[in-house]
């Protein structure tokens, strides 16, 4: 069962310069982390998990990318270097166009540079050598949104991509079409389009929306777009899905801009283990992210392989030094301090997770104490209004005589612990628990997580579990935010 929720900690003072735990060689260090990706910005299995709540995909990018607006776009074009062809060779079975020099179907053409050398097929009998004036072979008709019969495919293998094709002055084989065409072979590679037939489909407009913006935003700011995560996957014609197509069009040119009024660098990331990362736009609670198969992980990492990675020797001593306070086991890793042999090393969080292999840098090190935190750069959303800030304590309107979010903490461990117990204990209902008590973000309750269920407390309501089937259609119906805390123990 996954957690919920999230908790906003106060401050702990001072640096942590000794985590406490003694490593020999061949220690195992338990690491236990939430989420695959970044973080930033919208969660791709949160949006899913939303979608499935009811959520349009309007609401889904207001949630993750608080300070946006909506906006549109006129379909401008998208230049993507790909990165695997370095030869264009292509061929189309309407036909095609080098400069004002029409290729009939049935030929094909290869590019040199400046020169095109049309042939008769693919690999056939030269026909003519014309100029290619902007180094590029487009398609017969010029316009976005073309029938199949007119994209260009790569001789040999058939791949197909809209719009035009050809090099770069780096001599980079690229693609030029439109935004709205490049969405296309966006959604695909960056969704699941088998969402669009589980309840997900607004998801899967929330997502062609944020990777037109991010796209436009990237070149606006001067980045080289090319076909692999660095920017977005993106798959041609022949990597397209009906149902992301059906995305891409629902929200043809629809972008989210920032407050300069253009397209908002709208990064995103497959699961950001139940709360956003706070970087960019504000941290957001994701109980969407609960349907996610990375929402929980553990990892078992070698003593002698982490103090390989950093150099530092035999390692003696690893913590998690900073963190950002959101979520379970003290949310992400903002500062991880190595000690071996060999010296010390400190690195960010991000940094860590790529030196060991992580599916995140929300992970935090079994056994080992509190880290310093340190509020997210962008602040965190409440769910509504404007974003919000970490100071050492945080009050909750409708907390009543609990009055802070230490309070609410504090009432709700002793009144889950209690109905834990009625429950069997351990060994009972519930399971082991599975992370500490959470408040929830702008409610006026808290929940923890079970391996068989949640129980979830308000000051109203006290704590009651939810298991199983029951806990199942609780989520699906909009959990706490639509349905309220629930008022009775539902264990079936």
């Known amino acids: 069962m996954l957690v919920l929720g999230g908790t906003l900690l106060g401050h702990e003072i001072g640096d942590r310069h000794d985590s406490g735990v003694r490593l020999a060689a061949n220690s195992e260090i338990t690491l236990i982390g939430h989420g695959l990706g970044h973080g930033r910005g919208m969660g791709q299995w949160g949006a899913f998990g939303y979608a499935k709540q009811g959520w349009s995909s309007a609401q889904?990018?207001?949630?993750?990318?608080?300070?946006?607006?909506?906006?549109?776009?006129?379909?401008?074009?998208?230049?993507?270097?790909?990165?695997?062809?370095?030869?264009?060779?292509?061929?189309?079975?309407?036909?095609?166009?080098?400069?004002?020099?029409?290729?009939?179907?049935?030929?094909?053409?290869?590019?040199?540079?400046?020169?095109?050398?049309?042939?008769?097929?693919?690999?056939?009998?030269?026909?003519?050598?014309?100029?290619?004036?902007?180094?590029?072979?487009?398609?017969?008709?010029?316009?976005?949104?073309?029938?199949?019969?007119?994209?260009?495919?790569?001789?040999?293998?058939?791949?197909?991509?809209?719009?035009?094709?050809?090099?770069?002055?780096?001599?980079?084989?690229?693609?030029?079409?439109?935004?709205?065409?490049?969405?296309?072979?966006?959604?695909?590679?960056?969704?699941?389009?088998?969402?669009?037939?589980?309840?997900?489909?607004?998801?899967?407009?929330?997502?062609?929306?944020?990777?037109?913006?991010?796209?436009?935003?990237?070149?606006?700011?001067?980045?080289?777009?090319?076909?692999?995560?660095?920017?977005?996957v993106y798959g041609g014609a022949s990597g397209e899905d009906p149902r992301t197509n059906a995305a891409a069009d629902a929200t043809a040119g629809q972008v989210l801009n920032g407050t300069d009024g253009k397209p908002a660098f709208t990064e995103f990331s497959s699961s950001t283990g139940g709360y956003s990362a706070g970087v960019g736009f504000p941290a957001a609670v994701d109980d969407g992210d609960a349907l996610s198969p990375n929402h929980n992980w553990t990892a078992q990492v070698s003593a002698a392989s982490i103090g390989s990675a950093f150099g530092v020797g035999q390692l003696t001593d690893i913590a998690v030094t900073k963190a950002n306070g959101l979520g379970a086991e003290f949310g992400r890793a903002l500062e991880v301090r190595v000690t071996g042999t060999g010296g010390t090393v400190t690195v960010t969080g991000d940094q860590a997770r790529t030196k060991l292999q992580l599916k995140s840098a929300w992970f935090s090190i079994a056994g080992q104490p509190k880290p310093q935190i340190v509020a997210p750069s962008a602040g965190v959303s409440s769910g509504s209004g404007p974003a919000a800030t970490l100071p050492g304590d945080i009050s909750i309107p409708g907390l009543g005589s609990l009055g802070s979010v230490s309070d609410l903490v504090n009432a709700a461990t002793t009144a889950i612990a209690a109905k834990v117990a009625e429950l069997g204990g351990t060994n009972g209902a519930l399971g082991q628990a599975l992370g500490p008590v959470l408040a929830l973000p702008g409610l006026p309750g808290a929940v923890q997580a079970f391996q068989n269920g949640n129980v979830y407390f308000s000051q109203d309501t006290g704590a009651h579990a939810l298991i199983g089937q029951a806990l199942q259609a609780f989520l699906a119906q909009g959990a706490q935010l639509v349905k309220g805390f629930p008022a009775a123990d539902q264990l079936n």
């Open 60 to 232: 889904i990018l207001s949630h993750f990318y608080g300070g946006t607006t909506a906006g549109k776009v006129d379909n401008p074009p998208v230049t993507v270097v790909l990165t695997e062809r370095d030869v264009v060779n292509v061929h189309a079975d309407a036909g095609m166009r080098v400069g004002n020099q029409v290729v009939a179907p049935g030929q094909a053409v290869r590019l040199s540079g400046s020169t095109a050398t049309i042939t008769a097929g693919c690999g056939g009998a030269v026909v003519s050598t014309v100029t290619a004036p902007n180094g590029l072979v487009s398609p017969v008709n010029a316009g976005a949104n073309r029938p199949a019969n007119e994209w260009l495919k790569f001789c040999g293998n058939n791949d197909a991509f809209r719009g035009s094709l050809g090099y770069n002055p780096s001599g980079d084989v690229i693609n030029v079409l439109s935004v709205d065409d490049y969405v296309k072979g966006v959604t695909p590679r960056e969704a699941l389009p088998v969402w669009g037939d589980q309840g997900g489909t607004e998801a899967l407009k929330a997502q062609a929306v944020a990777a037109r913006s991010y796209v436009l935003a990237a070149m606006n700011r001067g980045k080289v777009i090319d076909d692999t995560q660095n920017s977005q």
